[in-house]
């Protein structure tokens, strides 16, 4: 079974910055997908960035981009130049594949972000 | 992508009573998953659903409490049965056609 681990339970940092969130992960599957969900106080789950575990090169959407170390385990994500929008739960989640298809995503705890202008 | 419509947005619901969650997704996908979010918790896979076949409930799970069907390609409801407030959460369809999930807007259920 695969586990995953956010040890910030909270954040905070000032407009205009940039800030790291970690996850750390654990698996046995060689075929799997990373992602950053964020989630608003409206709770819709928004996809933020997605990494294939195949891929070397770390993804880049704009201002969020990631440090993927497979060997270590480790998927943080770097939001640059933060906005009071980006305030919000952020999750780190993992997608494997068995039986020929997606398995549910096994999600960390979370951690709550918060913009301060 | 898929756009998914869930239903209801929010209940308030006497225990012991069930409630009944509709997930309507506008594409055919194979697999539908249901999840529960706890008050200030994350996320937990609660069960798979494929057509034309029984779910797959993960541990912590049973069928008795969280029935599910899976009538076609595109539908999917979760039943809370025999609810008591320990049941309040935030339950969650979710569908994975390739290699993202996507999410219904949730339902926030609250059991008095």
């Known amino acids: 079974a695969q586990t995953v681990t956010q040890s910030q339970p909270e954040m905070s940092v000032q407009e205009a910055e940039t800030v790291t969130l970690s996850c750390t992960y654990d698996?046995?599957?060689?075929?799997?997908?990373l992602f950053w969900y964020k989630q608003p106080p409206s709770r819709q789950m928004i996809l933020v960035i997605r990494?294939?575990?195949?891929?070397?090169q770390n993804a880049t959407e704009n201002r969020f981009s990631v440090n993927f170390q497979k060997a270590a385990k480790s998927f943080s994500l770097k939001i640059s130049d933060s906005q009071l929008g980006d305030t919000a739960m952020y999750f780190c989640?993992?997608?494997?594949?068995?039986?020929?298809?997606?398995?549910?995503?096994?999600f960390g705890k979370g951690t709550h972000l918060i913009i301060q202008p | 992508s898929a756009v998914i419509s869930q239903k209801p947005s929010r209940d308030i619901c006497q225990r012991g009573t069930s409630l009944t969650i509709q997930c309507q997704v506008d594409?055919?996908?194979?697999?539908m998953f249901w999840y529960r979010q706890q008050p200030g918790q994350s996320l937990t896979l609660i069960a798979t659903?494929?057509?034309?076949?029984?779910?797959?409930?993960e541990s912590g799970f049973v069928i008795d409490k969280f029935p599910i069907s899976r009538p076609n390609l595109t539908f999917s409801t979760l039943t809370v049965s025999n609810m008591s407030p320990e049941d309040s959460s935030i339950y969650l369809c979710?569908?994975?056609?390739?290699?993202?999930?996507?999410f219904g807007q949730g339902t926030r259920l609250t059991v008095v």
């Open positions: 990494q294939e575990a195949y891929k070397q």
């Open positions: 979710s569908v994975d056609p390739g290699t993202e999930a996507f």
């Open positions: 698996t046995s599957e060689n075929n799997y997908y």
């Open positions: 989640a993992f997608m494997g594949y068995s039986g020929g298809g997606a398995d549910g995503l096994t």
């Open positions: 594409s055919q996908v194979t697999m």
């Open positions: 659903a494929n057509q034309g076949s029984e779910a797959t409930y």
